[in-house]
């Protein structure tokens, strides 16, 4: 079992910054992809970025491509997501997740690829 829990949510104007976290714990090993979703009410879930744990390669949606940064500090099993250049438009919540699985490799983008998720955090981005 892992269990994630985000927390850094919370109210933004727009073009400010915030910084999320994941803190992640349990079985831990053989992760191999962490990931950032977000999510508006009656829409999917949908990519935001993802980190390979096998050399720290990254991966982004090309709407935040250039704005948000995805890393990890192995030391604190911590995933972050630094968002910059925030818009009214990302107002969402925010999850993390990890796969466990070779899906990562090629099917990071779809949330099926992940087995863990974190129960959210709320990003609110005014204009």
């Known amino acids: 079992q892992v269990q994630l829990v985000e927390s850094g949510g919370g109210l933004a104007q727009a073009g400010d910054s915030l910084r999320l976290s994941c803190s992640i714990s349990g079985r831990t090993s053989d992760i191999q992809g962490m990931a950032w979703f977000r999510q508006t009410p009656g829409k999917e879930r949908e990519f935001v970025a993802t980190?390979?744990?096998?050399?720290?390669?990254?991966f982004y949606s090309d709407s935040v491509k250039g704005r948000f940064t995805i890393a990890r500090d192995r030391a604190k099993n911590t995933l972050y997501l630094q968002m910059y250049s925030l818009k009214p438009e990302e107002t969402a919540v925010y999850f993390c997740?990890?796969?466990?699985?070779?899906?990562?490799?090629?099917?990071?983008?779809?949330?099926?690829?992940?087995?863990?998720w974190g129960q959210g955090t709320q990003v609110t981005v005014s204009s």
């Open positions: 997740a990890t796969s466990h699985s070779a899906t990562h490799s090629y099917g990071f983008v779809r949330p099926s690829t992940y087995e863990y």
């Open positions: 980190l390979r744990t096998a050399d720290d390669t990254t």
